[in-house]
């Protein structure tokens, strides 16, 4: 079965880059779209963009040019790097499949940005 | 972007009774390639969400038939005919017909 697993800092300093990794486990990489969801505490829910690899990057224009989505096939892992980020950046994020709905959730990782 | 809009924010629900959701779209859903990309998840406290329904009305794997789904264009419906303890939480709507994917603002379902 097809396992998703967020990993990297769960606290970032305001006006630094934001760096996350998924690890996809029962699916190649290459073979469905990727992408990242976030969930500010209590809040809703927020596409930030897909990849489908090979491909380029889908973003949401409400992220401007802060963020970047890549996928390393020879780790089977998809990333996600958002720059500049502030308070509002904080939030439960998710790396999930993306089939034309979404299918397949990681657990979450929570992300404060906080000095 | 396409704003989706969900009635009711919080349905309380006596088990064994039906529950309803509506999701409104503020422009259609039905794709170009002839496909409408509505879904509905379901997220309990602490977890992440998980798919129910997806393209209006087929179930995901592993979802009871007691949870339908219907609609089109822009007025969705999901309906659970007998609410259980597991249908607590909230439930969000979901395009992905047109970028970027948006979502309701969630109704969450719970027992009276």
């Known amino acids: 079965q097809v396992q998703l697993q967020e990993s990297g800092p769960g606290l970032v300093k305001p006006s630094e880059t934001l760096s996350l990794t998924c690890s996809v486990s029962g699916d190649s990489i290459s073979s469905s779209c990727w992408s990242w969801i976030r969930q500010p505490p209590g809040k809703g829910l927020e596409c930030l963009g897909y990849?489908?690899?090979?491909?380029?990057?889908n973003y949401n224009p409400s992220l401007k040019s802060r963020i970047t989505m890549s996928v390393d096939t020879s780790k089977s892992q998809f990333s996600l790097k958002l720059s500049s980020v502030t308070a509002a950046d904080t939030a439960v994020y998710y790396c999930v499949r993306y089939v034309g709905a979404i299918d397949i959730w990681g657990q979450g990782t929570m992300v404060t940005v906080s000095s | 972007d396409i704003v989706l809009t969900q009635t009711p924010l919080s349905s309380p629900v006596t088990l064994g009774q039906p529950a309803s959701i509506s999701c409104r779209s503020s422009?259609?859903?039905?794709?170009?390639?002839?496909?409408?990309?509505l879904s509905w998840l379901h997220q309990r406290p602490g977890q992440p969400p998980r798919l129910l329904i997806y393209k209006i009305s087929n179930r995901f794997s592993g979802v009871p038939d007691r949870i339908s789904g219907s609609g089109a264009g822009t007025d969705f419906t999901l309906k659970i005919s007998r609410v259980e303890v597991e249908d607590v939480g909230v439930y969000y709507c979901m395009q992905a017909t047109q970028f970027p994917l948006t979502f309701g603002g969630g109704t969450k379902v719970e027992i009276k």
């Open positions: 422009q259609s859903l039905l794709h170009s390639d002839g496909n409408t990309y």
């Open positions: 990849l489908c690899h090979p491909g380029s990057a």
